[in-house]
């Protein structure tokens, strides 16, 4: 049983993080020259930041999800958090593929709508993956900030 549980995890890193690699590639593949002649807010990070931030990021959401599925099984919090996935992916795609700011933002609120929904489940049967999804929550409302200023900043 404990080969399945770390066999569980591994799976569910690869997912998580192949949702990254998606967002990775289309990212460094499609953001210049287009994201330098934004006007960003004086608050956006360096570009430096995102890649350690968000491989954190991934790894405490997938421990979450994993410590759920491990204790639970429950298929429908797993496929909830797949979906939630897909929104987080395609936001690169958005902003930095289709350079669709405004599109980006409204995917953010969706990844947010999925966030909220996710760490109910969360609290409701696991405390740590509730804490262990904090992070991703705080980052995201940041990212909603940030994103909004650049529409807002851009228009």
Same mark, same amino acid.
């Given at each position: 049983?404990? =080969?399945? =549980?770390?066999?569980?995890?591994?799976?569910?890193?690869?997912?998580?993080?192949?949702?990254s690699a998606i967002g990775g590639f289309v990212t460094t593949s499609f953001k210049e020259p287009w994201y330098s002649g934004l006007i960003l807010p004086s608050f956006n990070p360096p570009s430096t930041v995102f890649a &350690?931030?968000?491989? #954190? *990021?991934?790894? !405490?959401?997938?421990?979450?999800?994993? %410590?759920?599925?491990?204790?639970? $099984?429950?298929?429908?919090?797993? %496929? *909830?958090?797949?979906?939630? *996935? $897909? $929104?987080?992916?395609?936001?690169?795609? #958005?902003?930095?593929?289709?350079? !669709? &700011?405004?599109?980006?933002?409204v995917d953010i609120v969706i990844i947010l709508f999925f966030i909220f929904? !996710?760490? %109910?489940y969360y609290y409701r049967l696991d405390k740590i993956s509730y804490y262990l999804t904090i992070p991703y929550l705080i980052w995201s409302l940041y990212a909603f900030v940030l994103n909004l200023s650049i529409v807002i900043l851009n228009n």
């Open positions: 049983m404990t =080969k399945n =549980k770390y066999l569980s995890f591994f799976f569910i890193l690869i997912i998580t993080f192949t949702a &350690p931030v968000w491989t #954190l *990021l991934y790894i !405490l959401m997938s421990l979450a999800i994993w %410590r759920i599925w491990i204790n639970y $099984f429950d298929v429908k919090i797993l %496929r *909830l958090y797949f979906l939630h *996935l $897909f $929104f987080n992916g395609i936001w690169s795609i #958005l902003f930095f593929g289709f350079h !669709l &700011p405004f599109l980006a933002l929904i !996710l760490i %109910r």
